[in-house]
């Protein structure tokens, strides 16, 4: 993969279901695996091929081709998630693209570590979860 990929370029690598896919199956089991308090999760061409739904091998062959380097890195043992792509899949599990019912203010319990008073309260701002005091602002 060459380094001087535009940001375009690289988004462009998400506008495939299957890579998606693959980034989830990859998210899943990095998510269980930190469930026993272990490192890294490293899945296998094979693992992989089992929990994405495409045609054939030659196919996930290219798509992991495609997102190796970028958002997958592939040693001996397997593919693990890159640094971008932890961050991106996150984004993508957690819908946060989409616009979120808001809520809020709620009063909550708690202490304002600035003020030292207990009017904090919770509220959904431009798609942030926010705790504020109204005491001190």
Known sequence: MADNRSATDIFRLLADDTRVGILRAVAVAQYE???????????????????????NTSKLSYHLGELTGTYLRKSDDGYSLSHAGERIVRFIVSRNYEQPESFGPEPIDGVCVFCGEEALEAKLSHQFFRIDCTACE
Do not use: C
């Not at 695996?33 to 045609?55: K, M, N, P």
């Open 33 to 55: 695996l930190e469930q026993v308090g272990a490192g890294a999760a490293e899945l296998t061409f094979s693992e992989i091929y089992g929990h994405v739904d495409v045609e």
